[in-house]
């Protein structure tokens, strides 16, 4: 049971991103768990990179968010919480902050994965990650991992804002007419069988800001399907413009809600790959602006923590 002199840890947990195009095959490895990809995937995803200058900010954007978590928290709650950052798949890697925050006295913890959304594979991974780095320690932290905060009223009301900010991009006469694409990664059908919430949880998560604003249109599509030889969950975004271009549809704004910071995801797959398909289509796209470290979203997770707060230390008592 936590002291009440010993801070809460609060461990934010992210997927992680290459540093420079050299990094590209060692964190490719890290991602296929060891087993090494084909040159020709290395290289595929290396020019992915090329494509959107060579890295992306997620890195960056997660400790200023953690940093902005942490000053949001002190202010309120002096020496009560420390926050900690780590990645799945790069430094700073979970095993060894797990470490850090065990040398710092940490003993209890509660871990939020930076995706709103449950799934098995997503999130349920990262407390496999978790669990894994505990297995390290001589003394295992009591973390509480916090499941989904899709349901956070704050987080649905900052999606609604940047979309309604993101409409005034569109010709006034236009708006009327601007299809709202909510969209996420996708992930393996295979999760379908084992009962997994995913996708409905990003159904009923849409429809909550699709509700607050009053949409008349929205859709909802998956993007970023891996090239593993299985079905993924659809349909795909760029396919989902084709059919939308068919309903004669001019006018997309892309809200990529499964994600909150920029990365490959958001710069190559949305910003390049969706902005090519809108341009072939003649159609207009504009995204919203991602979360990011601002201070609205550090406003969500203080409140996502603070909600889970009681049920953490009830769990590890």
């Known amino acids: 049971m936590n002291d009440s002199r ?19 095959e060692e964190y490719y490895t890290n991602v296929r768990k060891g087993r090494k990809p084909e040159p020709e995937k290395v290289e595929e995803l290396r020019e992915r990179y090329a494509l959107v200058g060579g890295r992306t900010p997620l890195l960056e954007i997660s400790q200023s968010t953690a940093q902005g978590l942490q000053d949001r928290l002190e202010r309120a709650y002096p020496g009560k919480y ?23 006295g940490i003993t ?8 709103p959304h449950y799934s098995k594979i997503s999130v349920g ?37 940047r979309i309604m900010t993101t409409m005034q991009q569109f010709p006034a ?14 992930l393996p059908e295979r999760i379908k069988t084992w009962g997994d919430p995913y996708q409905d949880q990003l159904l009923e998560s849409a429809a909550g800001i699709a509700e607050l604003l009053g949409l008349q249109d929205w ?4 993007q970023s399907a891996g090239a593993t030889g299985e079905p993924w969950l659809g349909p795909d975004i760029c396919d989902y413009m084709d059919e939308l271009a068919q309903e004669g549809k001019r006018y997309i704004l892309s809200v990529p809600f499964g994600f909150v910071s920029e990365h490959l995801e958001i710069f190559y797959d949305i910003d390049y790959e969706a902005q090519q ?34 049920q953490a230390l009830v769990t590890n008592t």
């Open 125 to 161: 991974g990262y407390r496999d990650y978790v669990e894994k780095g505990q297995e390290r320690l001589d003394t295992p932290i009591n973390i509480y991992v916090i499941e989904s905060w899709q349901e956070n009223a704050a987080f649905r009301r900052m999606i609604a804002e």
């Open 173 to 186: 006469e236009a708006r009327s007419q601007v299809t709202v694409l909510f969209s996420a990664h996708s």
């Open 219 to 222: 859709r909802f599509c998956f």
């Open 277 to 310: 398909k809108a341009e072939e289509h003649g159609m207009t796209l504009h995204r919203i602006r991602m979360p990011n470290a601002d201070p609205e979203f550090v406003e969500v997770l203080a409140s996502v923590v603070l909600s889970a707060k009681g």
């Open 108 to 115: 209890d913890a509660i871990g939020l994965v930076l995706a």
């Open 6 to 24: 010993t801070p809460l840890g609060i461990f934010l947990l992210a997927y992680g991103t290459p540093e420079k195009l050299d990094d590209v």
């Open 82 to 104: 420390k926050v900690y950052l780590g990645m799945k798949y790069w430094h700073p890697y979970i095993a060894d902050v797990l470490q850090e925050m065990a040398q710092d």
